[in-house]
Antibody, heavy 121, light 107 residues
């Protein structure tokens, strides 16, 4: 069974940084693309970033380009999202998600329960 | 970036009714279109991938169709457990954008 457990969320001041982590288990982490998807309170889903199985292809939504960095550690079966220069608009529940294939052009087949990030002074 | 729109934004229907949601992409995405169900307080769940393929374990009352820019999602006979928000998503090119969602509840 696919398990994705996010951590690292919390309250942070505008302009500060935060690093989210996602521990993956129940599947061969090395073989699949991974994603971060966020959901602001009471709003819809927003795809934030994706990384291919080899980490040779990454992509971001325009609103986070230059501020967020996605990465993965195969030895630790973990996905990360380094978030810099945070703004209140980044306040959301951040989901870690698993793709259906190695490339980032895939279906999201598994989701974690999310970690909440609040950006406020 | 590819923009996704959905209609309606919300609907109320009776148990047993057929429910239909439409999704439109701002450019041709072939059949790279998926549908997710999200119940309150829960993570989303994949229902249909590549327009019309049911994910394992998903009831056959759910279906999808379309290609190019126009897509349709249907529930043939609405059940109480189908109360949720439904999102379409394209995986043709990043960012893999979601539609704004359609909230379905019981009349």
């Amino acid at each position: 069974e696919v398990q994705l457990v996010e951590s690292g969320g919390g309250l942070v001041q505008p302009g500060r940084s935060l690093r989210l982590s996602c521990a993956a288990s129940g599947f061969t982490f090395d073989d699949y693309a991974m994603y971060w998807v966020r959901q602001a309170p009471g709003k819809g889903l927003e795809w934030v970033s994706g990384i291919s199985w080899k980490s040779d292809s990454v992509a971001y939504v325009d609103s986070v380009k230059g501020r967020f960095t996605i990465s993965r550690d195969h030895a630790k079966n973990s996905l990360y999202l380094q978030m810099n220069s945070l703004s209140p608009e980044d306040t959301a529940l951040y989901y870690c998600a698993k793709g259906s294939r190695g490339t980032i052009f895939g279906v999201i087949t598994g989701w974690g329960q999310g970690t909440f990030v609040m950006v406020s002074s | 970036d590819i923009q996704m729109t959905q209609s309606p934004s919300s609907l109320s229907a009776s148990i047993g009714d057929r429910v239909t949601i439409t999704c439109q992409a701002s450019q041709d995405i072939s059949t790279y279109l998926d549908w997710y169900q999200q119940k309150p307080g829960k993570a989303p769940k994949l229902l249909i991938y590549d327009v019309s393929n049911l994910e394992t374990g998903v009831p056959s009352r759910f279906s999808g169709s379309g290609s190019g820019t126009d897509f349709t999602f249907s529930i043939s006979s609405l059940q109480p457990e189908d109360i949720a928000t439904y999102y379409c998503q394209q995986h043709d090119s990043p960012p893999l954008t979601f539609g704004p969602g359609t909230k379905v509840d019981i009349k």
